[in-house]
């Protein structure tokens, strides 16, 4: 066997560089957010920001297309709890890896602020009911605001309590439900309110905004976890690599032992960096680089 392959800052920055199209070669939005697996979204400026900075002759109705009117990218909550903008198709791979322990934990959070609201017996059956309705409502309207779907069902308009002792604060139920539900795949955003940089979106069900009827527009259920996990590093490491295990947990925002898992389901192979660390990289890939499309 012989020596593994060390690559030095140099060549990893000539890497990023190609592969996340900073010379601006991408040929439209789609190969732009592809080229950095998911393009981070919390800032709504940040998907146009990144997507001019790639894509020769880009205008904002570019961006605008692929989201809401081929849907062909999707404005979703993933890793670390932060709004992406992903390729639909690639939906349920962020939703299985990264979206759904989180969500586990929001709903825990959700029942005990309806437990504190109403009581410990009414509050799964409360939220049960109230994303059955939204989602009549959804299916029947196409799309609606928060508020549109507050009004439309004001029997959901409860006060929630958030945090404890002297740090608290009184909300509406409402877009915790709904945030809560995209967590989980089963509503997508829309259109924002107002102009592009607005942080406001319409709602839609999430088998209306893909076309298809599973959880983050899956074919039936989204992969196992385990599964979607190696699905994600792959795209990962195919844009980013030679990434450090750091790299890697931060960027995903996984446990020790799901890093470790993923790592070996898709055969990375170690390779030293400049200054004596180790980062990982997807085999064959030690050497040139990604093709014209940086995927």
Not at 29 to 35: D, I, K, Q, S
Not at 144 to 162: F, K, M, V
Not at 176 to 205: I, K, N
Not at 222 to 231: L, Q, S, T, Y
């Amino acid at each position: 066997m012989g020596a593994r392959p060390t690559f030095s800052d140099a060549e990893r920055r000539a890497r990023l560089v190609a592969r996340h199209h900073l010379a601006r070669t991408a040929r439209d939005v789609e190969t732009a957010v592809r080229a950095v697996a998911a393009q981070h979204s919390s800032d709504p400026l940040t998907p146009f920001l990144a997507a001019w900075a790639r894509v020769p002759g880009f205008a904002v109705a570019d961006l605008e297309r692929a989201m809401y009117e081929e849907r062909a990218l999707w404005r979703m909550h993933a890793m670390r709890r932060t709004l992406f903008v992903v390729p639909t198709e690639d939906a349920p791979v962020f939703g299985g890896a990264a979206s759904l322990d989180v969500a586990a934990t929001e709903r825990r959070r959700m029942i005990g602020w309806l437990e504190a609201a109403l009581s410990k017996k009414a509050a799964a059956a409360w939220l049960d009911d109230a994303e059955a309705k939204i989602e009549a409502v959804l299916s029947e309207a196409g799309e609606a605001t928060t508020a549109e779907l507050t009004a439309r069902l004001p029997e959901l308009a409860l006060t929630i309590t958030l945090g404890s002792g002297k740090w608290t604060q009184q909300a509406s139920a409402m877009p915790r439900v709904l945030y809560l539900m995209g967590m989980e795949g089963r509503v997508a955003r829309g259109r924002p309110l107002g102009t592009w940089r607005a942080s406001q979106y319409r709602w839609m069900s999430a088998a209306t905004f893909s076309g298809r009827a599973g959880a983050y527009g899956a074919v039936g259920s989204p992969p196992a976890a385990a599964e979607a996990e190696a699905a994600l590093l792959e795209r990962y490491l195919a844009t980013h690599a030679p990434a450090t295990t750091t790299d890697i947990r931060w960027w995903t925002g996984w446990k020790v032992s799901q890093t470790k898992r993923a790592l070996a389901a898709v055969g990375a192979v170690p390779v030293g960096l400049e200054g004596g660390g180790e980062g990982w990289i997807l085999p064959g890939d030690e050497g040139g680089e990604l093709g014209g499309d940086g995927v």
